[in-house]
T-cell receptor, first 116, second 114 residues
């Protein structure tokens, strides 16, 4: 069974500092996709960043980057220059290679607090 | 702006009532999903659908049913609501086919069953 584990229920970071959120997953597949989603308080879940497992290069989106370690089945999210608007629940997610009806598996989330 | 719209942000129902949660997407997505979100448990898949009139059970389908009569609409039904179904319900959709199928979420429906 596919599982996604986020071992940090809560994290905090000082504004302008860097924070890393951890995620590990378990799969026997070799081709899959990984995601980080952000859910601000009382607001919609949005995609932060995604990574294709076949790509060795780590994905980056502005201040957000990932450290993808395929052998270790680890997919951490680094937020640089943290801003107050980064405060949210962050979910790591996994899905197999695309086909009709593929499922997404989510971790339990990490609540990030940004301290002014 | 493309979006997934959930008809109700907050609902309060009584035990035993029939509850309908509606979800509409305007992106012509093939796949639609219903998740339940509870603190400490993350998102758990209730049902998903990859085509009109098609449905597949997720991890926690007990006590729920779904309907997809049109491509853009995916409804979650609680036939007889119970207090343990008090939760946040998230609808999402995605394209089928090649490429990473990014999920687009609705704003959520917070259901309280008394």
């Amino acid at each position: 069974a596919q599982t996604v584990t986020q071992s940090q229920p809560e994290m905090s970071v000082q504004e302008a500092e860097t924070v890393t959120l951890s995620c590990t997953y378990d799969t026997s597949e070799s081709d899959y996709y990984l995601f980080w989603y952000k859910q601000p308080p009382s607001r919609q879940m949005i995609l932060v960043i995604r990574q294709e497992a076949y790509k060795q290069q780590n994905a980056t989106e502005n201040r957000f980057s990932v450290n993808f370690q395929k052998a270790a089945k680890s997919f951490s999210l680094k937020i640089s220059d943290s801003q107050l608007g980064d405060a949210a629940m962050y979910f790591c997610a996994y899905t197999l290679s695309p086909n009709t009806g593929n499922q997404f598996y989510f971790g339990t989330g990490t609540s990030l607090t940004v301290i002014p | 702006d493309v979006k997934v719209t959930q008809s109700s942000r907050y609902l309060v129902k009584r035990t035993g009532e029939k509850v309908f949660l509606e979800c509409v997407q305007d992106m012509d997505h093939e796949n639609m999903f219903w998740y339940r979100q509870d603190p400490g448990l993350g998102l758990r898949l209730i049902y998903f659908s990859y085509d009109v009139k098609m449905k597949e059970k997720g991890d926690i389908p007990e006590g729920y049913s779904v309907s997809r009569e049109k491509k853009e609409r995916f409804s979650l039904i609680l036939e007889s609501a119970s207090t343990n179904q008090t939760s946040m319900y998230l609808c999402a959709s995605s394209h089928a086919g090649a490429g990473a199928n990014v999920l687009t979420f609705g704003a959520g429906s917070r259901l309280t069953v008394l």
